[in-house]
């Protein structure tokens, strides 16, 4: 089927120029995209396939001795209590994220969890392409009795975790005309022991899939490291053999490149450099914990591979990318760096290059047919020179117009065909509700109470100031 998409601005893609382009050819459809802006269909390598519940609760709020890490506040239970993720509908959390990558112009994902199989029937009624596998680990976070964050070992689950990842892959890897693809998601580095990265490189290597961990994602883990191993989290993962080109980190915000990690001599970002290793980097989640990479530019600068990802709510790369490049500003104190161009590259051909594919992130002769068109004449995006500045520094997800993935169109007047979006919203909101009506209270009672006001918006937030007071 040949479409054309005429009358818009054309983001296309030759030898690393953007360029416009002519068709002359026979059609089967025509597509006016007057006044609109016509962009490969964005990447997004690091998101998590469920409602965020868990996510959504921390926000404002969580334990001061967990610094600015979110997830640890919802994911470390005591022993033998399902964490809040676990306890979730998994196949809800799955067509929620689905729906919203796509309706905010994402037409390739990696969404890591343990929902590989839920998520398979969704993309492929929804469109998506995806690079997929159930996530394993060795260790659970966890809370003793006194509190304390620990962690609860089971190496045997770690190794059948990856068993099962190996066949998911074997049986599922290109799988709906190409669009499921394999890559092994051994979950965080301080959760993975050191036989369970050895053995991912080997199985990586063998079903030669791609391979992404969490990594440098906190300051705990971060020292955990360079407690158990004498290690920082990007020497451990050289040493097991996992660092090299089809390696993403997720995250890597805390290295010796930053300000806290106090680590002198640092070789981090040379590791990550030599080896082809590239980074997810998701600026949104940790600007919401205070914290930010440092930085997107000595990253850059130093020849890592940087892709973006949404992480945990929303699944909005356009804002992402606006977020990459604010944050890389502030945190350089320099407006000549972070440029709507570079994030713009991040979310497109970044997230390409960190998947190995060329046919990817790009218009181009010989690229999947995976499009989004964007329309820029709106009141909040106003008069524009140059439309990827339009694009960056104005425009939200909402925005998105079309998206066609692998030549099928999947949002169409921005909506996602085949999903009643108020119908996804209103079974969210009740799955969510349920999720947090089962949080314990002595969850809350260890997060800061001072920040809560007594006259928060949400009943949620008053019944936390009433059980911390
Ligand atoms: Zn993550």
Known sequence: MKTLIHGGDLVAYDQGRFVGARYDGVLDARVDATGKLVIPGLVNIHCHPTTEAGGRLVADVGRRDFFQTGFLNYTATPKGVPSLDARADKTLGARFALTELLRFGCTTAVPIGPSADELLPIADALGLRMYVSPAFKSADYCV???GRLAYDWNEPAGLAGLERAKAFIAKYAGAQNGRVQGMLFPYQIDTCSPALLKATRKAADEL??????HAGQNLLEFHEMLRRHGRTPVEHLADTGLLGPDLIIGHCLISTSHSLAAVPGGRDLALLAN???SVAHCPLVFARRGNALESFQRYRERGINLGLGTDTYPRDLISEMRWASLVGKIVERDFLVATSADVF????????????RDDLGRLAPGAKADIVVVDLR????????DPIKALVQCATGDDVERVIVDGRTVVENGQVLGVDERQLLADAQREAERLWSTVPEWHWQKWTADELSPQSFSSLDRDLGRQSS
């Open 208 to 213: 030669r899939v791609g391979v992404e961990i």
């Open 378 to 385: 709106k009141l909040r995006i106003g008069p524009y020179r």
């Open 275 to 277: 080896s082809g290793t």
């Open 345 to 356: 590259t991040a979310a497109t051909l970044g997230g390409a290059r960190a998947l190995r």
């Open 144 to 146: 003793g009795d006194d």
